[in-house]
Nanobody, 124 residues
Framework: QVHLVESGGGLAQAGGSLGLSCAAS????????MGWFRQAPGTEREFVAY????????LYADSVKGRFTISRDNIKNTVYLQMNNLKPEDTAVYCC?????????????????WGQGTQVTVSS
């Protein structure tokens, strides 16, 4: 059974930083591309970042480009999201997701497994 477990969320001030982790089990991690998505109350789920199976390709939403960095460790079966210069509009539940295949995608429907999410709250 596949499990994706996020950690590292919490409260930060605007301009501050937080780092999220997502530990994967029950799958061959290096065979899966990984993504981070977020959802604020009353809004649809939004793509944040993507990293390919090897970590060599990344993709970001325009709203986080230059502030967030996605990375992965295929030995530790973990994907990370480093969030710097946080803004109140970054407040959301952040979920990691795993995707088979090699196609780079922002679409949540292309992802096969999802974590439960971790809350990130940014105060102004």
């Amino acid at each position: 059974q596949v499990h994706l477990v996020e950690s590292g969320g919490g409260l930060a001030q605007a301009g501050g930083s937080l780092g999220l982790s997502c530990a994967a089990s029950g799958l061959t991690f290096s065979n899966y591309a990984m993504g981070w998505f977020r959802q604020a109350p009353g809004t649809e789920r939004e793509f944040v970042a993507y990293v390919s199976r090897s970590g060599g390709t990344t993709l970001y939403a325009d709203s986080v480009k230059g502030r967030f960095t996605i990375s992965r460790d295929n030995i530790k079966n973990t994907v990370y999201l480093q969030m710097n210069n946080l803004k109140p509009e970054d407040t959301a539940v952040y979920c990691c997701a795993a995707k088979r295949g090699i196609v780079t995608t922002r679409s949540s429907s292309d992802y096969n497994y999802w974590g439960q999410g971790t809350q990130v709250t940014v105060s102004s």
